[in-house]
């Protein structure tokens, strides 16, 4: 089997996801003896397909049609390179840069994708897929028939794949400019800036729910913690909906799936469409005013109190304790 794997980048540096992405397609070529290289698509994009090339070989199409990330573009950038016949198998880490690019992708190609891998075996000469459905409730086992065949692979189910001894050949490719988005043009960004990790990628995430009652105090009290911590902040969908908390920091079935070494939820119940997004945390820590909350159940840690009391006085013993960045 001959699996391409799409890398997902800020320009320079390979996103972690992508390393857990190449991760999965190693394993998932190993028993046919197959073969797994990189896609590296963007304009600029030579220090990426340096990095890239640490871990496999990479095919890198650096065009000014793939500056920006329009779904269009880079849907049809990788349509492209799959029509060679090279690749049985197109994979990519499940996000929001995936589920935008990869449906359009399969979609030219007839179709034949899987979301979400969280496992995968070989049985009677295919590769079966395990997808999580219904927030996790049930996992559906997925075969999937032609070739190529395109799927997400969900990150924390995977180890990241290790570099080489040596680095590995950068092939590049040129598309003629007609390939690109031609029903959709990038007209800006609004983007706010943060020191914090990325919720998706943090080793520890602390996660502020309905307990809290404005942005003020979300930031003072879960964005305090995480600062003292390294952390990244999270966010129960309530405050989102509320408009408390922003939507790229929503964790759960319909926000990021995460799986840090520790997860510390504040004023969240733990309803199933919560615990869908982070209870394959390594540790998960939980604050709560209510002893029956239904997150204590998924909790290895629980305190029973205010979060408007605790959070201060954990901030003050941490910054006691001199605690260290861990994000
Ligand atoms: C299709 C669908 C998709 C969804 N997707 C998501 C998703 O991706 N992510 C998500 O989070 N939700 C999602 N939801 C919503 C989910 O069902 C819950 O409504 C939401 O998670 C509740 O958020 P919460 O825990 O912050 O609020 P609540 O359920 O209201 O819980 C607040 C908690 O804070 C505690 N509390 C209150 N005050 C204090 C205090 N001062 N100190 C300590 N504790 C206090 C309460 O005891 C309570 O347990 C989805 C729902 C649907 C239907």
Same mark, same amino acid.
């Given at each position: ?10 320009? $320079? ?38 990095? %890239? ?22 849907? !049809? #950038? ?17 996000? $929001? ?13 007839? +179709? ?13 000469? !295919? ?8 927030? /996790?409730?049930? $996992?559906? &086992? ?8 395109? *799927? $997400?692979? !969900?990150?924390? =189910?995977?180890?990241? #794949? ?5 680095? %590995? ?14 029903? =959709? ?9 943060? #020191? ?7 080793? *520890?995430?602390?996660? /502020? ?5 404005? #942005? ?6 879960? @964005? ?9 902040? +999270? ?35 733990? =309803? ?20 029956? %909350? ?7 840690? +629980?305190? *029973? ?11 003050? !013993? ?5 605690? @260290?960045? &861990?994000?």
């Amino acid at each position: 089997m001959r699996i391409l794997v799409i890398t997902e980048h800020d320009g $320079t540096t390979l996103r972690p996801a992508s390393l857990s992405c190449l991760g999965f397609a190693q394993q998932a070529a190993r028993p046919s003896s197959g073969e797994v290289a990189w896609l590296v698509l963007g304009q600029g994009i030579a220090d990426v397909a340096a990095a %890239a090339a640490q871990y496999a070989p990479v095919i890198a199409i650096d065009a000014a049609g793939l500056e920006h990330e329009l779904a269009e573009s880079y849907a !049809r #950038a990788i349509a492209e390179v799959v029509k060679s016949g090279r690749f049985d198998l197109v994979a990519a880490a499940s996000s $929001t840069f995936a589920k935008d690019i990869f449906p359009r992708a399969a979609a030219l190609h007839g +179709g034949a994708m899987a979301s979400d891998v969280v496992r995968h075996e070989w049985a009677d000469g !295919r590769l079966l897929f395990d997808c999580p459905r219904f927030a /996790g409730a049930v $996992t559906a &086992t997925i075969a999937l028939h032609g070739s190529p065949q395109f *799927v $997400t692979v !969900r990150a924390s =189910a995977y180890p990241a #794949a290790v570099p080489l001894s040596q680095a %590995a050949t950068v092939e590049p490719m040129e598309l003629p400019p007609a390939t690109f988005a031609r029903r =959709a043009r990038y007209e800006g960004l609004r983007s706010k800036q943060t #020191a914090r990790p990325d919720v998706a990628e943090a080793r *520890v995430v602390v996660s /502020g729910g309905r307990a809290f009652k404005s #942005a003020e105090d979300f930031e003072r009290y879960v @964005g305090g913690l995480a600062d003292v911590l390294g952390a990244a902040t +999270g966010s129960s969908r309530a405050l989102v909906d509320a408009g408390i908390a922003p939507n790229e920091l929503q964790v759960g079935q319909t926000g990021k799936i995460v799986a840090p070494d520790l997860y510390l939820a504040l004023g969240i119940s733990g =309803a199933v469409q919560h615990l869908a997004g982070m209870k394959n945390s390594k540790k998960i820590a939980a604050v709560n005013s209510d002893p029956d %909350a239904p997150i204590f159940e998924v909790a290895d840690f +629980g305190f *029973v109190g205010d979060v408007y009391a605790v959070t201060p006085e954990l901030i003050k !013993r941490l910054e006691q304790n001199g605690a @260290g960045a &861990t994000g």
